[in-house]
């Protein structure tokens, strides 16, 4: 974990002060290290590859199933 009041953008809104940011790798993917963004009730926000080849993906919406 690195932060638990951490803020993300995302075309799907904005959230500020109350995301669980985490810090994920693998010995699997040597040299490849994501952040990843999580807002409780929503799940995962954002997801960014800071070390290995760039990579972003960014929550844009949420389809509810009747």
């Known amino acids: 974990?690195?932060?638990l009041t951490?803020?993300?953008?995302?075309?799907?809104?904005?959230?500020?002060?109350?995301?669980l940011e985490t810090?994920?790798?693998s010995p699997l993917e040597p040299g490849v290290v994501d952040h990843k963004y999580y807002e409780p009730g929503y799940g995962l926000m954002?997801?960014?590859?800071v070390k290995g080849q760039?990579?972003?993906?960014k929550l844009t919406g949420i389809v509810v199933q009747p």
């Not at 760039?54 to 993906?57: F, G, K, N, R």
């Open 46 to 49: 954002e997801d960014d590859v």
């Open 6 to 19: 951490a803020s993300v953008d995302t075309p799907f809104g904005a959230f500020f002060g109350n995301v």
């Open 1 to 3: 974990m690195l932060s």
């Open 54 to 57: 760039p990579e972003v993906l």
């Open 23 to 25: 810090k994920e790798y």
